[in-house]
C-alpha cells in the first residue's frame, strides 16, 4: 500500500508560481511511476505530467509543456510539480497517482491503470 499526499496548492495570481508536493508514505517511490492529474467541476480529470519509474523520462500536455516540471526526491520520497506562467485555465484539483510498473521508462498519461490516489489539492489562479 501507498499512501499519497498532496501539498501547496492555494491562490496565486496569474503570471505566478506554485509547487505542488506529493509525500508517499508505505512505500519508496521509485518503485512507481508518476502522475499529476487534474480536474475541474463538471469535467473529467485530465492529464498533467507523469514521470518514469527510473525519473529519466517525462511527458506533459500541451498545455502546460514549458511551464510546468515533474520531478522526484528519493531522500524525501516526495514528487513535485513545478508550476510556472500559471494562468486562470490552469485552476483545478490536482491529484497525483502511483503505479506499479516494471518498466524503468514507460509513461503512462491515461490515468487508467493508477494503483493509488491522493486526496487532492486545490489550485485557484486568478486573472
Known amino acids: 500500500q501507498v499512501q499519497l499526499v498532496e501539498s501547496g496548492g492555494g491562490l496565486v495570481q496569474a503570471g505566478g508560481s506554485l509547487r505542488l508536493a506529493c509525500a508517499a508514505s508505505g512505500r519508496t517511490v521509485s518503485n512507481y511511476a508518476m502522475g499529476w492529474f487534474r480536474q475541474t467541476p463538471g469535467k473529467e480529470r485530465e492529464f498533467v505530467a507523469v514521470?518514469?519509474?527510473?525519473?529519466?523520462?517525462?511527458y506533459y500536455a500541451d498545455s502546460v509543456k514549458g511551464r510546468f516540471t515533474i520531478s522526484r526526491d528519493n531522500a524525501k520520497n516526495t514528487v513535485y510539480l513545478q508550476m510556472d506562467s500559471l494562468r486562470p485555465e490552469d485552476t483545478a484539483v490536482y491529484y497525483c497517482?502511483?503505479?506499479?510498473?516494471?518498466?524503468?521508462?514507460?509513461?503512462?498519461?491515461?490515468?487508467?491503470?493508477?494503483?493509488?490516489w491522493g486526496q487532492g489539492t486545490q489550485v485557484t489562479v486568478s486573472s
Open positions: 514521470l518514469s519509474r527510473s525519473t529519466a523520462s517525462t
Open positions: 497517482a502511483a503505479r506499479r510498473t516494471v518498466s524503468s521508462d514507460r509513461l503512462y498519461p491515461a490515468d487508467l491503470g493508477y494503483d493509488y
